[in-house]
Nanobody, 126 residues
Framework: QVQLVESGGGLVQAGGSLRLSCAASGRTFSNYAIGWFRQAPGKEREFVALITWYGGISYADSVKGRFTISRDNAKNTVYLQTSSLKPEDTAVYYC????????????????????WGQGTQVTVSS
């Protein structure tokens, strides 16, 4: 069974940075688009960034210039490097994919993704 496991979250001061990781087990996911989403308390889950199987990248406007998504297929891991963090970045961050859709652009909508990790908490203090 495939599992997505996020790590790297924590408590950081405003202006700081964290590197989040999304590791897959059970299947090689080099052929899949991987998305990062986040959900703050009382808010809907929102798109953060996406990387395709060929390295195409898309970001939400709110994180452009501050976050960088990348992947290391040899390690079966996708990263989200965050920087210049703001209190409004506080949320649980999730990685996701659709293992039934290899080599497909998945977009920025949560319902495009079928397989999700458990999330990692990022808290930015002011």
């Amino acid at each position: 069974q495939v599992q997505l496991v996020e790590s790297g979250g924590g408590l950081v001061q405003a202006g700081g940075s964290l590197r989040l990781s999304c590791a897959a087990s059970g299947r090689t996911f080099s052929n899949y688009a991987i998305g990062w989403f986040r959900q703050a308390p009382g808010k809907e889950r929102e798109f953060v960034a996406l990387i395709t199987w060929y390295g195409g990248i898309s970001y939400a406007d709110s994180v452009k210039g501050r976050f960088t998504i990348s992947r290391d297929n040899a390690k079966n891991t996708v990263y989200l490097q965050t920087s210049s963090l703001k209190p409004e970045d506080t949320a649980v961050y999730y990685c996701a994919t659709d293992l039934d859709q290899p080599r497909r652009w998945l977009g920025s909508r949560t319902y495009d993704y079928k397989h999700w990790g458990q999330g990692t908490q990022v808290t930015v203090s002011s």
